[in-house]
């Protein structure tokens, strides 16, 4: 079975800074998804970002960027000048297709992102 | 607009009685699932469906049933053979080909006292 993990129950960052959350997994496939979804006070799961195993470039959206290490099993997000509405939990995610359908998602434990104003 | 709901917001029940939580996504999406969200723990697979009148057990689907009667629906009943049910439930749907986001909805707090 694969596995999520996130070692960062919680990170803090100043406003405008960077801050870089971490997320390992486990997995004997060669072609699957990662993912990062971020949850509001709100609890509505947002998608951040998105990156394809098979692809060796790393997925960037606007202040958002990933770092993905295949032989490593690593793939962590990078949040660029940080935003007050940047506060949230960051979890990280795996996904593959079995052929039949996507299985649903593998989900770390989560990140509690503060931004410190 | 398109999306997902889910309803109620907030659900009490007492302990022993089965419970059912609704979800509706009007995405056009084949693939549904149910995960549960407890403090510390992230969001667990409970059950999940790629196509109408099939679905497969996730990770913690004991205690659990669920149809995939239409399309659009995918109810989850949480029964009395629920250890634990008080938890956060999130319902998502997304296409059946792999790598495409999921979309949430709101959730579903199912408090049991």
């Known amino acids: ?21 971490s997320c390992t997994y486990d997995t004997s496939e060669s072609d699957y998804y990662l993912f990062w979804y971020k949850q509001p006070p709100s609890r509505q799961m947002i998608l951040v970002i998105r990156q394809e195993a098979y692809k060796q470039q790393n997925a960037t959206e606007n202040r958002f960027s990933v770092n993905f290490q295949k032989a490593a099993k690593s793939f962590s ?17 795996y996904s593959q297709y079995s052929g039949g359908g996507a299985d649903g998602l593998t989900f770390g434990k989560g990140t509690h992102l503060i931004i410190q104003p | 607009d398109g999306g997902i ?13 089965n419970v059912t939580l609704s979800c509706e996504q009007n995405l056009n999406h084949d693939a549904m699932y ?31 049933s669920v149809s995939r009667e239409k399309k659009e629906s995918f ?39």
């Open chain 2, 75 to 113: 109810p989850l009943t949480v029964t009395s053979a629920q250890k634990n049910p008080t938890a956060f439930y999130l319902c998502a749907s997304s296409l059946r080909t792999g790598g495409t986001e999921a979309f949430f909805g709101q959730g579903t707090r199912l408090t049991v006292v």
């Open chain 1, 77 to 93: 997000l990078k949040i660029s000048d940080s935003q007050l509405g940047d506060a949230a939990m960051y979890f990280c995610a």
């Open chain 2, 5 to 17: 709901t889910q309803s109620p917001k907030y659900l009490f029940r007492k302990e022993g009685q």
């Open chain 2, 34 to 64: 149910w995960y549960r969200q407890d403090p510390g723990q992230g969001l667990r697979l409970i059950y999940y469906s790629q196509i109408v009148n099939d679905f497969q057990k996730g990770d913690i689907a004991e205690g659990y």
């Open chain 1, 1 to 21: 079975a694969q596995t999520v993990t996130q070692s960062q129950p919680e990170m803090s960052v100043q406003e405008a800074e960077t801050v870089t959350l």
